[in-house]
């Protein structure tokens, strides 16, 4: 059973920068997607970024494309969420999840259709 953790969440200005970071026990197997989520409070969970484990390749939220980078240490079983010049919008509470490989491939992976979640860790931007 695979687990997932988040850490790195907390309070920036905007303007700031956090990394985020979720560490996978268990074996997730040797090619797969890799994604990040948020959900603000009164809204619908969106998905951030994936990276595709095997590949490598990354796909982002044209919200984030250019402030964010979603990266993978394999020998860590750990993946990354870098944020650069954050915004107030950016505040919600981040999931790392892991899918298949067709959930990057397919673009499926955006709206959710991963099998393993983490917790989550808050962010809050404060303007």
């Known amino acids: 059973q695979l687990q997932l953790v988040e850490s790195g969440g907390g309070s920036v200005q905007s303007g700031g920068s956090l990394k985020l970071s979720c560490e996978v026990t268990g074996f997730p197997g040797t090619t797969y997607c890799m994604a990040w989520f948020r959900q603000a409070p009164g809204k619908e969970r969106e998905g951030v970024a994936a990276i595709y484990v095997g590949g490598e390749s990354t796909y982002y939220d044209g919200t984030v494309k250019g402030r964010f980078t979603i990266s993978k240490d394999a020998a860590k079983n750990t993946l990354y969420l870098q944020m650069n010049s954050l915004k107030p919008e950016d505040s919600a509470t981040y999931y790392c999840?892991?899918?298949?490989?067709?959930?990057?491939?397919?673009?499926?992976?955006?709206?959710?259709?991963?099998?393993?979640w983490g917790e989550g860790t808050l962010v809050t931007v404060s303007s």
């Open positions: 999840a892991k899918g298949t490989s067709y959930e990057c491939y397919s673009g499926s992976w955006s709206r959710g259709r991963m099998d393993y």
